[in-house]
């Protein structure tokens, strides 16, 4: 409506759905501003319903707005009309440090939440891990998640850790779940990774933890028996050992069992496998 009343062509649409404007790695976004430079760019004005939706960090306002000015591009927010002056400037400067404060609180309210849901042991990701199914509970005029075990997965998980305890190494265990046809947790074949994962998660214990890896610094939730343990915790610590001993990092080089041929004589300087 606003391109028709001022007699504006609409070139292309720019979309990107479902994603935050606190960051510029969005995939149309970062096309749009890629077409602004070219030297023939296909467009001389970009219309947006309101600065919040150019972007939410103002330095990322800051330095994309420059490269489009540089372009000669104009950017018009539709809602938020202001003058190419000297005031126009300081009240766009205003509103987006407004729409990043506001952003960056809402965002520290959603957290706050779910990490008092997960204090009280409620389970907030998509896919329960293999051994329990999520089931719905009454929180006062709400519903929220909690983990309950799954009768045939669990005894799966339970077998497994026996099996460890007993001696046996992760390829057999693995081998003896793919030869009874036993779906894994991705619904196919089982493999040393998923089998690893599984052995290491604490979950197994009946403890939540949630926000391993926040990007606020705040240090995960962890609520002990938020749910029913499939094994106890001196099972896991076991366990836990078992695979210690058994990593390559402790194992001397000639006797590693590996088809890699520097296995326990390099590691890798990023991450330290």
């Keep these: 409506e606003y391109a028709a009343r001022n007699s504006h062509t609409i070139i292309k649409e720019f979309v990107d759905e479902a994603e935050s404007g606190r960051t510029a790695y969005r995939p149309q976004f970062r096309e749009m501003i890629s077409l602004a430079r070219h030297a023939e760019k296909p467009f001389e004005l970009i219309l947006i319903y309101k600065y919040s939706r150019f972007a939410r960090s103002r330095e990322d306002s800051i330095v994309y707005k420059a490269l489009l000015k540089k372009s000669g591009v104009q950017l018009i927010s539709i809602t938020e009309p202001l003058e190419d002056n000297a005031m126009g400037r300081l009240m766009q400067a205003i509103i987006e440090s407004m729409d990043e404060f506001y952003s960056e609180n809402l965002g520290e309210e959603v957290t706050r939440g779910m990490r008092e849901s997960a204090s009280r042991g409620f389970y907030l990701s998509?896919?329960?891990?293999?051994?329990?199914?999520?089931?719905?509970?009454?929180?006062?005029?709400?519903?929220?998640?909690?983990?309950?075990?799954?009768?045939?997965?669990?005894?799966?998980?339970?077998?497994?850790?026996?099996?460890?305890?007993?001696?046996?190494?992760?390829?057999?265990?693995?081998?003896?779940?793919?030869?009874?046809?036993?779906?894994?947790?991705?619904?196919?074949?089982?493999?040393?990774?998923?089998?690893?994962?599984?052995?290491?998660?604490?979950?197994?214990?009946?403890?939540?933890?949630?926000?391993?890896?926040?990007?606020?610094?705040?240090?995960?939730?962890?609520?002990?028996?938020?749910?029913?343990?499939?094994?106890?915790?001196?099972?896991?610590?076991?366990?836990?050992?078992?695979?210690?001993?058994?990593?390559?990092?402790?194992?001397?080089?000639?006797?590693?069992?590996?088809?890699?041929?520097?296995?326990?004589?390099?590691?890798?300087g990023h991450c330290g496998k």
């Design 126 to 268: 998509s896919r329960p891990p293999y051994g329990y199914r999520k089931v719905k509970v009454n929180d006062g005029s709400k519903q929220r998640t909690r983990l309950d075990v799954d009768e045939f997965q669990s005894r799966v998980v339970a077998t497994v850790f026996g099996e460890v305890i007993k001696g046996k190494g992760l390829i057999e265990i693995t081998k003896d779940l793919n030869s009874r046809a036993i779906s894994g947790p991705a619904g196919k074949g089982w493999g040393k990774t998923s089998l690893h994962m599984i052995l290491t998660n604490e979950v197994y214990t009946g403890t939540a933890i949630w926000g391993r890896d926040s990007k606020r610094g705040l240090l995960p939730v962890r609520v002990e028996i938020a749910f029913t343990a499939i094994v106890s915790r001196e099972t896991f610590k076991q366990v836990q050992s078992l695979l210690g001993q058994r990593s390559f990092r402790q194992i001397p080089p000639k006797r590693a069992s590996s088809q890699y041929m520097l296995s326990c004589l390099a590691s890798c």
